[in-house]
C-alpha cells in the first residue's frame, strides 16, 4: 500500500514537474509558427526521457550507486570530464533560463522589471534548498506546478481538431522556413530531454533509498509521469497553434506568451499562467541547482545529500549556493531570458550523447546489474536513442545558425 | 562558446524584407489581440504596458533594418506602411492601458 502511494506521487511529481522554461517556450515557438506539425517532437522527446529516467532509476536502485557515480568509477577520471562539462555548460544555461523565467512571471505580475528579481528569486531558491529536504524540494514544488494542467483545459476550451492533433504525432516536412521548423524541432527534443532531468531522477532515487524492491516504482513513474507530462506539453502547443498561427504571430517575447491562456480563458487563464511560469521554474531552478551540485559531488567523490545539514555536506551546499548566485548575475544584467532559453535548449541537445552512449555501456554490465540489466528491447531503444542523440549533436549547432 | 554561438548566429541571421515584413506584422497582431484582451479584461495594466514596449523596441529595430533591406520605392512604400500599421497598434495597446 505504501509503494502504491509512493507510485501516485511519484506520478503527480512527474507531471507537475514536467512543464519548465525551456518546454512551455519552445511548445509555443512550435505552435505559434507550424501549428500541430512539431507534435511528434514532444511525443519523441517524452518517450525518450521516460526510457533514460527508467534506466538511470534503474541503475541507481539496482547498484546502490548514481549515474555520474557509475561514469566516474567504470570509465575513469579522464572520460568523465567530458560529460561533466558537457552536462553542467547547457546545464548552467538552462539554470539562468529558468531562473529568467521565474523574473520574467513577476515582471509580468507585478511590473517591476525582470533584472530586480534575478537575487530575490535566487535567495528564495537557496533558502529552500539549505533549510528544506529532497522530498520538499522534489515533491512540494512539483504539486504545486500541477496549476500547469490549466493548458489541458485551455486546449479543451479552444476546440482543436484532434484527428489534426493526431496527425501531428507523424513527422512531415514544412511548406516553409525549413531551417526554423528543424530548429525547433531540435529545440524541443533538447528542452525534453535534457541530460539533468536524468541525472537528477538517478540521484533521486538514492535520496528515496530505493532498492531492487522499487524497480516497478521506478518504471511507473518514469512512464506513466512522463507520459502525461509530455501530454500537458502538447496541450501548450495546441494552445499556441490555436490562438498564434491564425493570427500569423511569431513568438519573440515571454510577453506574448502570457496571451496564449487569456485568449481561451480569460483572466483565469491569465492568472493562471503567471502562476504555472513562475512556480513551474522556480521547481526546475532547485532541481537544476541541486543537479549542478550533484554532479560535482558524485564526480568529485564529495559526500552529498539534500537530506543532510549543509554543515556535514558543507562542499555540496556551497556548489548550488555559487551556481544559484552566477545564476543570477546575467538575469540581473539584463540578458534576454527567451534567447537564453533557446541557446540553452539547443546546447541540451547538442550535449545528450555523452551522457546516453556511455550508459549503453553501464546497462549492460551484469557486474553492476546482475540480472536487471537491459533486455534486447531496452538496449534497442538505448541504441535508437544514442542514435537520435549524435544527430541532434551534428545537427544542433549549425540549426542554431540558420533557424535561430 | 555561448559567446561564439551568439556571435555567428547574430552574423548569419536571415536578413532578407519579407522576414523582416512578417516580423513586423506579428508585432501589429499582438498589439491587436492585447488590445482585444485588455478590452475583455483578461490581462493586467502591466501587461499591456510591456507588450506595448517589447513592440515599440521590435518597430525601432526592424525601422533600421527596413531601412537598409528596403531597395525600391515600392518597397520603402510597403515598409512603411507596415511600419505604421505597427505604431497605430502600439498608440491603441497604450490607449487601453493607460
Not at chain 2, 559567446?3 to 508585432?27: F, H, M, P, Y
Request: hydrophobic share 55%; glycine share 10%.
Amino acid at each position: 500500500m505504501k509503494k502504491w502511494g509512493e507510485v501516485a506521487l511519484g506520478v503527480v511529481t512527474s507531471i507537475g514537474g514536467f512543464l519548465e522554461v525551456g518546454s512551455i517556450a519552445t511548445s509555443v515557438q512550435g505552435g505559434a509558427q507550424f501549428g500541430f506539425q512539431l507534435v511528434w517532437a514532444l511525443a519523441l522527446g517524452t518517450v525518450c526521457l521516460a526510457v533514460l529516467m527508467e534506466m538511470t532509476g534503474r541503475l541507481a536502485a539496482v547498484s546502490g550507486r548514481s549515474y555520474v557515480d557509475l561514469l566516474r568509477e567504470h570509465l575513469g577520471i579522464r572520460f568523465f570530464i567530458i560529460p561533466f562539462v558537457a552536462v553542467l555548460v547547457p546545464g548552467f544555461l538552462v539554470l539562468v533560463s529558468e531562473l529568467g523565467g521565474v523574473a520574467i512571471g513577476l515582471q509580468m505580475a507585478t511590473g517591476i522589471a525582470f533584472r530586480w528579481w534575478a537575487i530575490p528569486v535566487a535567495l528564495v531558491a537557496w533558502a529552500l534548498l539549505w533549510r528544506g529536504t529532497f522530498g520538499l524540494v522534489e515533491q512540494g514544488t512539483a504539486l504545486l506546478g500541477l496549476a500547469s494542467v490549466i493548458f489541458l483545459v485551455g486546449a479543451l476550451k479552444l476546440h482543436p481538431h484532434w484527428s489534426a492533433v493526431g496527425a501531428g504525432l507523424v513527422p512531415s516536412a514544412p511548406s516553409r522556413d525549413h531551417a526554423k521548423y528543424w530548429y525547433l524541432a531540435v529545440s524541443i527534443l533538447g528542452a525534453s530531454i535534457s541530460p539533468y532531468l536524468y541525472l537528477f531522477y538517478s540521484a533521486g532515487a538514492l535520496e528515496d533509498e530505493w532498492t531492487i524492491e522499487y524497480l516497478g516504482v521506478n518504471r511507473v513513474t518514469a512512464g506513466v509521469g512522463n507520459l502525461f507530462g509530455g501530454g500537458l506539453a502538447i496541450m501548450v502547443l495546441v494552445c499556441a497553434a490555436m490562438v498564434f498561427l491564425p493570427r500569423r504571430i511569431e513568438v519573440d517575447a515571454y510577453e506574448q506568451i502570457a496571451l496564449v491562456l487569456a485568449t481561451p480563458l480569460g483572466r483565469t487563464g491569465f492568472a493562471f499562467f503567471l502562476i504555472t511560469l513562475c512556480i513551474t521554474c522556480f521547481g526546475a531552478t532547485a532541481e537544476i541547482s541541486l543537479a549542478g551540485a550533484y554532479l560535482f559531488a558524485q564526480g568529485l567523490g564529495w559526500p552529498w545529500s539534500e537530506n543532510m545539514r549543509p554543515s556535514a555536506d558543507s562542499r555540496f551546499a556551497s556548489t548550488y549556493s555559487l551556481l544559484l548566485l552566477l545564476a543570477a548575475i546575467p538575469i540581473a544584467l539584463g540578458a534576454d531570458p527567451l534567447k537564453l532559453t533557446n541557446i540553452s535548449m539547443v546546447l541540451s541537445a547538442a550535449s545528450l550523447p555523452v551522457t546516453v552512449i556511455p550508459l549503453l555501456v553501464l546497462m549492460n554490465d551484469e557486474r553492476i546489474m546482475t540480472s536487471h540489466a537491459n533486455g534486447w528491447l531496452g538496449n534497442t531503444a538505448l541504441v535508437l536513442i544514442a542514435l537520435l542523440s549524435i544527430v541532434l549533436f551534428l545537427a544542433a549547432v549549425p540549426l542554431q545558425m540558420l533557424g535561430g | 562558446m555561448v559567446a561564439v554561438l551568439l556571435g555567428i548566429s547574430a552574423a548569419c541571421a536571415k536578413q532578407d524584407l519579407a522576414s523582416e515584413l512578417d516580423g513586423v506584422r506579428s508585432w501589429t497582431s499582438t498589439t491587436a489581440l492585447a488590445v482585444d484582451r485588455r478590452a475583455a479584461g483578461a490581462i493586467d495594466r502591466a501587461v499591456a504596458v510591456q507588450l506595448a514596449d517589447r513592440a515599440e523596441e521590435a518597430r525601432t529595430r526592424s525601422a533600421k533594418s527596413l531601412d537598409q533591406l528596403a531597395a525600391s520605392d515600392s518597397e520603402r512604400t510597403l515598409a512603411t506602411a507596415v511600419l505604421d500599421s505597427l505604431r497605430d497598434g502600439i498608440s491603441r495597446l497604450r490607449a487601453v492601458a493607460p
